[in-house]
């Protein structure tokens, strides 16, 4: 075998240490992923139980209850969410620095794959509170015969004023 194809074990442990890293934080952002997607479908659902059942002083019981596990999920994962972050914010200085010391851009190909999956996440995130924000046009659009058009209107404002929303550190 020749010299230049052997790897030494120095030089193993920056690339063994980035796949852990790496896998960690793709493990930890699939998770959350994964919770940001059963989150919305709880809201698809909602919007689909008040087209079928029709009873909007029900409705804004569920509704109550979407709201108080959004804002309890939202509080759980805060702290995870922080973490991201300041992951995403070393990694870019990293692999700044990494580029500036090294001029190789292709150093920059792994980060920047394992940071999309975190901004996706992010913007995964940030659609929970746009499709609460879109609830009450929804409801309001409905026309239901046996429903009467104040118990339509109370529903849409009892929506509007909830102000529900996937909440990190009381922030929207």
Not at 4 to 9: E, F, L, N, P, S
Not at 95 to 103: K, Q
Not at 136 to 143: A, G, I, Q, T
Not at 166 to 171: A, D, T
Request: glycine letters at 4%; proline letters at 3%; charged letters at 15%.
């Amino acid at each position: 075998i020749p010299q230049d194809h052997i790897v030494d074990a120095p030089s193993l442990f920056p690339v063994v240490s980035f796949a852990i890293a790496s896998g960690l934080l793709m493990a930890v952002t699939y998770s959350f992923l994964r919770i940001c997607l059963i989150l919305e479908i709880l809201i698809d659902d909602f919007a689909s139980s008040v087209v079928c059942i029709g009873d909007y002083r029900k409705a804004a019981e569920e509704w109550n209850v979407l709201q108080a596990l959004l804002r309890s999920s939202g509080a759980s994962v805060q702290y995870l969410f922080l973490v991201l972050q300041t992951t995403i914010a070393a990694a870019l200085m990293l692999s700044a620095v990494d580029l500036f010391h090294y001029s190789h851009p292709s150093a920059l190909v792994a980060p920047a794959i394992v940071l999309g999956g975190v901004v996706q996440l992010f913007l995964r995130a940030s659609t929970l509170t746009d499709s609460c924000e879109r609830m009450p046009s929804f409801v309001n659009s409905l026309s239901i015969e046996q429903i009467s058009h104040r118990d339509r209107m109370d529903l849409v404002e009892h929506i509007s004023y909830s102000r529900a929303g996937f909440f990190v550190f009381e922030i929207r």
